[in-house]
């Protein structure tokens, strides 16, 4: 096991609702990622935190947005759900200047 | 064009065999490069980090070619536990940036 820890693990919301998705980073970890992985895909990577900061982002729109705290765990939220978003969410942390990630176990998010 | 492409398969092969995954990446700024196994509904795990002089771990041997941005990963005498989809990783600073492949599924039978 990596450490690194997700919530809820299985979430059902409506189109046009918010959620929020919650990661704590393996031990000694400051740097946290967040992922998309639709059915079939890759990890989508849509941003990164290192210092409660956004550190990178990918294609991703406005709502998602993020945070991190100073114990280094992080959030996800996103607004306005839409069907597309059904998918798994995946939260990595690493080290600053160590590109390896350490994988949590997901939260599985459907919309409806 | 995706950014990171690898072959979808599925590949299929039989115990002991030695079996190989190619990908290849389009950003010659990509600075580090990876490999990740993941099992069904469950989340990537680092299998390996890619150098250009090459990096071998027990059956697993990848290696990097800057030249032809291309990243291969060999498995040599297959077992049963190495079915899994092996995603090519690729991570680029300038705003820090991870792309993963859609991965390549492979199936080792007995």
Redesign the interface.
């Known amino acids: 096991e990596?450490g690194v820890t997700q919530s809820p693990t299985h979430l059902i919301k409506t189109r046009g609702q918010q959620v929020t998705l919650r990661c704590s980073s393996q031990s000694g970890h400051n740097t946290v990622?967040w992922?998309q992985q639709a059915l079939?895909?890759?990890?989508?990577?849509i941003f990164?935190y290192y210092r409660e900061e956004e550190?990178?982002?990918?294609n991703f729109p406005p709502r998602f947005s993020g945070l991190q705290f100073p114990n280094y765990s992080s959030e996800l939220n996103v607004n306005a759900l839409e069907l597309d978003d059904s998918a798994l969410y995946?939260c990595a942390s690493s080290l600053v200047g160590k590109?390896?990630?350490?994988?949590?176990?997901?939260t599985r998010l459907t919309v409806t | 064009r995706k950014e990171v492409e690898q072959d979808p398969g599925p590949f299929n092969v039989p115990e002991g065999a030695t079996v190989a995954f190619n990908c290849t990446y389009s950003n010659s700024a990509s600075q580090s490069f990876f490999w990740y196994r993941q099992d069904c509904r469950k989340e990537p795990k680092l299998l390996m980090s890619v150098y250009s002089s090459g990096n071998e771990d027990g059956r697993f041997t990848a290696q990097l070619n800057r030249a032809s941005q291309y990243i291969s990963l060999l498995i040599r005498d297959s077992k049963l536990s190495d079915s899994a989809t092996y995603l090519c990783v690729v991570t680029r600073g300038g705003g820090f940036k991870t792309i993963f492949g859609a991965g390549t599924r492979l199936f080792v039978k007995a």
């Open positions: 990596t990622s992922y079939g895909q890759g990890p989508q990577f990164q550190n990178g982002r990918g995946l590109d390896e990630q350490y994988f949590g176990p997901g």
